[in-house]
């Protein structure tokens, strides 16, 4: 395990540290988080790429949620720095960062499930411009509201589901509609968190091929257990474990690392 937690050298992964080549979408140095004498974020220093997919996994209770609030701004850091498109947003505020162009999904669905499909975007659009609900009577004459979400819908293929309520789709319909309000705000990085929990293998692979889809050209940071859909969906993954980073990698290094199996995935993944 010590071995493991510093460069990953032997494993072919790395320690998230690019060459220069491609430019930094997020940084994170020595980040770390304390609840009273507990420490849950233990120096995480990693580098996202811009326009990458990268897999946040390991354990319950390795952190990962707890990165995610860091990042996103639910949580500050108790030290080191967060940079975002080389901008610090470490303890700004989760609207803040938004505005910045870095937005999160949550692990719970994050819907209006008395508001329709069509509403719930439309809401997300608005907010995204701007704009207070408090104008809802006149959004109906704004054809621009209204095609732009019209868009994000077809997008994720629920065009035919506009008129229904949010609450009674499926749930993997609700996180295609969860996705469809996060790229409302046009994002460049986005956060998803268990964006598999709960669905049968069918729905996981609906659902992984159109994160796949609507993310293209964008970056991506995603927390997911299901270890088939990390594999095939991650450009680079991070292991995280006591709420350090063990190892980063290509998915091929990922599975050959002895102490990512040794920690993580056992001999599952590795069969």
Same mark, same amino acid.
């Given at each position: 395990? #010590? @071995? =493991?937690? !510093? $460069? &990953?050298?032997?494993?072919?992964? #790395? @320690? =998230?540290? !690019? $060459? &220069?080549?491609?430019?930094?979408?997020?940084?994170?140095?020595?980040?770390?988080?304390s609840f009273g004498a507990t420490e849950i974020i233990r120096g995480v220093d990693l580098e996202i790429h811009a326009g990458e997919r990268h897999a946040v996994i390991g354990p319950n209770g390795a952190g990962k949620s707890t990165l995610f609030h860091l990042i996103s701004g639910q949580l500050a850091p108790s030290a080191g720095a967060i940079r975002f498109e080389d901008r610090d947003i470490g303890g700004r505020s989760p609207q803040a960062?938004?505005?910045?162009?870095l937005t999160r999904s949550f692990q719970i669905t994050n819907i209006f499930p008395k508001l329709t499909t069509f509403e719930n975007v439309r809401l997300a659009v608005m907010r995204a411009r701007g704009m207070q609900y408090t104008f809802w009577k006149f959004i109906d004459r704004d054809k621009r509201i209204h095609a732009e979400t019209g868009r994000l819908l077809d997008l994720v293929r629920l065009g035919p589901k506009a008129g229904t309520l949010a609450g009674e789709m499926a749930y993997s319909e609700q996180r295609s509609l969860e996705i469809a309000m996060t790229l409302a705000s046009d994002p460049r990085l986005i956060l998803l968190d268990e964006p598999m929990a709960g669905m049968s293998h069918e729905e996981t692979a609906y659902t992984a091929q159109l994160i796949r889809e609507t993310t293209a050209g964008r970056t991506l940071m995603i927390v997911e257990h299901d270890m088939d859909v990390v594999f095939a969906l991650s450009d680079r993954i991070s292991v995280l474990v006591y709420g350090q980073v063990i190892a980063t990698g290509t998915p091929q290094a990922i599975r050959a690392d002895a102490n990512v199996r040794e920690a993580y995935l056992g001999d599952e993944v590795s069969a």
């Open positions: 395990m #010590t @071995s =493991g937690m !510093t $460069s &990953g050298e032997n494993s072919g992964t #790395t @320690s =998230g540290q !690019t $060459s &220069g080549k491609t430019a930094a979408m997020l940084t994170l140095s020595g980040l770390r988080k960062i938004n505005r910045m162009g």
